[in-house]
């Protein structure tokens, strides 16, 4: 007896198999990357209170959240070595060097003695581990979101938002961990031991991530055979308007999710709300950005990619202020999970298509390099010293609404990178 019902022909089977590999491997990297770094802001109390010591505790945040910052220096270097070697030497390469690289940092900081305990050489063991994970990460995204477009160019909205959403999912772990944390242990565990473990936890994420990524298979480049690649190069001498228009599209985008970051810290050192109330609406936060972007990534490419963007954009630079406002205005854990709803509602509808618009700026044989370069250098002004910049303005000022009007602005940015990309047709 025949059955009527079609069945799937085995090569498109074997390429839905490898596609859904390409997806977990170009993503649990990303979001392991996210991970520490979000483990990292939310326990910067207890981390400056061993590796900065301070009579103030304004100043031992702003100290902490400053070598925060400093990592991201490096990222546009790490961008542009790292994306280079990837457009060379293939993205799969590039994909493995990076979640190394990542694991030593991550166990530096897991591992590395207190102020009380080696002095000097403590603070300088911090820094030295978040320039390297720096590093990684900044080849890291250039080759993911490289990875991703080319797994299906006919759904680069969807397939790019993967980039995106394994940073929810990194930053959702993080405040389930830190939540937890600060639920179940005291403040003089947590200061003396309990903010090491979701650090310990990354180590044993990284092995898993690199086996992955060393089995899956690597994506065809097309390249011009009688010509040696060099990418820096031609990215410097032919594309500096891509990398600007790239790099102001992400904008509000990196500003916004590390201003999110801060958030629980903002809970309590603004508001007076519990430890493990503030995390928990992080929790929620990050939910919405793993789930949502996929589906945002899914619109973009059925209804267009800008006409999503250039409207959540602003309505970001409309409702960031109020929002703020409301949120000091009421000071409770209710109004503070429905900000953080509202502000993760908005930038999953942003930045769901943002890795394929991204991408759109530079051609293939350049794409690692220029989404590296661009996006690395972009996170450094706007979003790795984001935190530091938020504790500092709220300080000079006075203002707890600070971060509303920094957002409002990087908010304006990119309204007018996305418009120029369209006109210069950089973008599509």
């Not at 000091?328 to 618009?357: D, E, N, Q, T, W």
Request: proline share 5%.
């Amino acid at each position: 007896m025949v059955s009527n019902q079609a069945t799937e022909p085995p090569q498109s089977a074997a390429r839905n198999v490898s596609r859904t590999r390409g997806i977990a491997a170009a993503t649990i990297g990303n979001a392991l990357e996210w991970f520490d770094m979000t483990i990292y802001a939310l326990l910067a109390i207890y981390i400056g209170h061993n590796f900065f010591p301070s009579e103030s505790e304004s100043i031992q945040l702003i100290q902490t959240f400053a070598v925060f910052g400093v990592s991201y220096l490096v990222r546009p270097l790490g961008g542009l070595i790292i994306g280079s070697y990837s457009d060379r030497n293939g993205l799969k390469k590039g994909l493995m060097l990076t979640i190394r690289l990542m694991v030593v940092g991550t166990a530096l900081i897991a591992f590395m003695p207190g102020h009380d305990k080696i002095g000097i050489l403590a603070p300088l063991g911090i820094i030295l581990a978040r320039l390297i994970q720096g590093f990684s990460a900044g080849g890291e995204f250039g080759a993911a979101t490289s990875f991703l477009i080319a797994q299906n160019g006919k759904r680069r909205g969807f397939f790019g938002s993967f980039q995106f959403a394994s940073q929810g999912l990194g930053i959702t772990f993080a405040a389930i961990f830190v939540a937890g944390l600060t639920a179940v242990l005291n403040e003089d565990d947590m200061n003396s031991w309990g903010w090491r473990i979701p650090f310990i936890f990354g180590l044993l994420v990284g092995p898993v991530g690199y086996i992955i990524r060393r089995v899956v298979e690597e994506v065809p480049v097309e390249r011009d055979p009688s010509t040696q690649p060099q990418p820096i190069r031609t990215l410097f001498r032919t594309q500096k308007l891509s990398i600007v228009i790239a790099g102001g599209s992400l904008a509000i985008s990196t500003a916004l999710n590390f201003t999110m970051q801060y958030m629980p810290t903002y809970g309590i050192k603004e508001l007076g709300l519990s430890q493990s109330t503030s995390f928990i609406s992080l929790v929620i936060t990050g939910s919405i950005l793993t789930f949502a972007t996929p589906v945002v990534g899914h619109l973009s490419d059925r209804y267009g990619r800008l006409n999503i963007m250039i409207p959540a954009a602003v309505v970001i630079a409309v409702t960031v202020i109020p929002l703020f406002m409301w949120l000091i205005a009421a000071k409770s854990f209710l109004v503070l999970c429905l900000v953080m709803i509202a502000l993760g509602a908005m930038k999953a509808a942003y930045f769901g298509a943002l890795p394929s618009v991204m991408s759109d700026a530079f051609p293939v044989h350049t794409r690692a390099t220029g989404l590296s370069f661009s996006y690395n250098t972009t996170v450094a002004i706007f979003g790795g010293f984001t935190p530091m910049v938020t504790a500092f303005l709220i300080q000079a000022t006075g203002q707890p609404v600070a971060p509303g009007y920094y957002l409002a602005l990087l908010a304006g940015i990119s309204i007018i990178a996305l418009v120029s990309g369209f006109k210069f047709r950089a973008i599509r």
